[in-house]
């Protein structure tokens, strides 16, 4: 395997360092049209006779595509850390491997998650709008008030890489750090980031004034944030959204806003993908951002490497660094 090129077929356009990289190494099939999502027969009819795959988050791989893509497909390199778009569990059984990018995007999607809090807290995008509009006359002392951020408290909901990263950004604006997670940090870890462990998610949500939902989606996470708890925050309370979707009943937290039972809302993530609700685009407390928690040139390359390193050691007959392990946390 190591004298010859695998195949390699990547599903999405991606930074030209990265696919010049991959068309050096690889006998590289790349996108060559139109950058937007692959249909389902696309990416059957490009993985017949691919040995190594490249998917990203907006193409869903499942049982019956892999059976569609043929023994010789081994190796499905995912350009992203998450994989619940992927049947791991389908592909070990096919005898292929699911590796991944994970840990690149920590700095970048924290970095837009206080983004996004002081987004929101703040008013900027109704701010923004104003001026786009030429209505602002000027400055008032009652115009647009916000919220100040510093001696708020901050929950955390999934408390990993890109969670503590947001700690640490957190302390640096004043705010108070909590936090609730399958499993609790070591108390050194704790004492550096000055979180308070929370066993209990609905009484963190009932204390907090900022939530921020930093886990990962499967089964057990899956409308975590549902009606029952988000009727739990403060009125006053806002909730940010960077990880998945998935995670908050989107429906329950668009009546909450609209009821008043929330202050507002800052999104990157969606339960319907690109298909957003659209009473969330007439609310004038949330901020709508498309997917671009990790929309760094940086980020993006570092994805690519780690792609690269993953299918090489693979080619190599080594097992690939990034594996992901059905079922694994």
């Known amino acids: 395997m190591a004298n010859k090129p695998l195949s390699v077929v990547t599903t999405r356009r991606l930074p030209a360092p990265v696919e010049a990289r991959m068309r050096e190494l690889f006998d590289a099939r790349l996108r060559e049209e139109d950058d937007g999502p692959m249909t389902r027969a696309a990416m059957a009819a ?5 040995e190594v795959l490249v998917p990203t988050l907006s193409e869903p791989v499942d049982a019956a595509l892999m059976d569609e893509a043929g023994a ?3 190796l499905i390199a995912n350009y992203g850390a998450g994989v619940d778009h992927i049947d791991v569990a389908a592909a070990r059984q096919r005898g292929i491997l699911v590796s991944n990018t994970p840990g690149v995007v920590t700095e970048d999607t924290a970095d837009m998650t206080m983004a996004l809090i002081l987004a929101v807290t703040r008013r900027m995008t109704e701010g923004l709008a104003m001026m786009q509009a030429g209505v602002w006359s000027g400055w008032s002392p009652l115009t647009l008030l916000g919220g100040r951020v510093g001696g708020k408290a901050l929950g955390i909901l999934g408390m990993g890489r890109i969670g503590q990263a947001v700690a640490r950004r957190a302390r640096a604006f004043g705010l108070s750090v909590h936090y609730h997670n399958r499993h609790r940090l070591r108390a050194e870890t704790e ?4 979180a308070r462990y929370w066993e209990s998610l609905d009484q963190m949500v009932a204390h907090v004034d900022i939530l921020s939902i930093n886990c990962p989606h499967t089964p ?3 409308h975590l944030m549902n009606a029952r708890r988000l009727k739990l925050m403060k009125p006053t309370a806002v909730i940010v959204n960077t990880s998945r979707g998935h995670v908050v ?4 937290l668009t009546r909450g806003l609209r009821a008043g039972e929330l202050a507002g809302a800052g999104l990157d993530v969606y339960e319907g993908g690109a298909d957003i609700n659209p009473r969330l685009r007439e609310l004038p407390n949330v901020v709508l951002l498309p997917h671009m928690g990790s929309a760094t040139i940086e980020g993006r390359v570092e994805m690519g490497e780690k792609v690269i390193v993953n299918i090489r050691t693979f080619q190599d007959g080594h097992r690939p660094p990034d594996l992901v392990v059905p079922g694994a946390p």
């Open 249 to 252: 009943d989107e429906n329950a």
């Open 191 to 194: 004492a550096e980031l000055g």
């Open 46 to 50: 490009a993985m017949r006779g691919a």
């Open 72 to 74: 010789s497909l081994r």
């Open 220 to 222: 057990a996470t899956y």
